[in-house]
């Protein structure tokens, strides 16, 4: 079986000190995937492997069945425009644009006019609850706004994989699962596989399945247990 995002044995140090040490890890089309562990474990390395931020040492990046881990930095950049969404902790906005220009930069950005990649993004304003607040800046918006803009901004170009990395780490509790349950809720209807990084149980809890990391490698889990 082909899995539609996979990492074979990634080995990567910074320096002298390892943050892979011989990680696995494959999401099918559709899933959502949580990849848990404590701080420094090499969780967000991982996600960035996958992600072709960060090229591995060793090992293999498999995307839809090819290799990424080869490519150049424009053929990587093009794939983390073309099929990739992102959701980072702190939503990191543009300041500078408004919540609807940061929600259409991505269809900017694949050079969609900029009248149709608006209209592709207000309708996110009422599905994420933002009704009024797509010309407000982000400095002018709450914590739990910003990253719902964040949310609708990582998923406006239907991206194949979204890759969210502690993206309720800057919010309280409740606020966190109403983002949870919007980006689960979300990327089900556009059938997106989630590469979710938390070290939080109850946000692995929105899951299909869990992988610990530890170490610098990584175990998957399911229902039954421990994956081979």
């Known amino acids: 079986m082909t899995h539609l995002i996979e990492a074979r044995d990634i080995h990567l140090a910074f320096g002298?000190?390892?943050a892979l040490r011989g990680a696995s890890l494959a999401a099918d089309a559709g899933e959502v995937l949580a990849v848990m562990g404590p701080s420094g474990s090499g969780k967000s390395t991982l996600l960035h492997c996958l992600a072709g931020i960060l090229t591995p040492d060793a090992g293999e990046v498999r995307f839809d069945g090819e290799r990424i881990d080869t490519l150049g930095e424009a053929q990587r950049s093009a794939l983390r425009r073309d099929r990739f969404g992102f959701v980072f902790q702190f939503g990191q906005l543009v300041p500078e644009l408004t919540a609807e220009e940061n929600v259409a930069l991505p269809l900017l950005l694949n050079g969609t006019r900029r009248t149709?990649?608006?209209a592709e993004a207000r309708p996110w304003f009422a599905r994420l609850g933002l009704d009024g607040l797509e010309r407000r800046r982000s400095g002018e918006l709450s914590g739990g706004q910003a990253q719902r803009v964040a949310l609708a901004r990582g998923l406006v170009a239907r991206p194949r994989v979204l890759f969210a990395d502690e993206p309720t780490g800057a919010l309280d509790s409740l606020t966190g699962e109403q983002v949870m349950e919007l980006m689960v809720g979300a990327a089900r209807?556009?059938?997106t596989?989630?590469?979710l990084v938390t070290?939080?149980?109850?946000?692995?809890?929105?899951?299909?399945r869990e992988s610990v990391v530890r170490d610098g490698r990584a175990t998957s889990l399911s229902a039954e247990g421990v994956a081979p």
């Open 189 to 191: 209807e556009q059938g």
């Open 193 to 195: 596989t989630v590469v």
């Open 16 to 18: 002298e000190t390892p």
């Open 116 to 118: 149709a990649a608006l």
């Open 199 to 208: 070290h939080e149980p109850r946000v692995a809890a929105y899951a299909d």
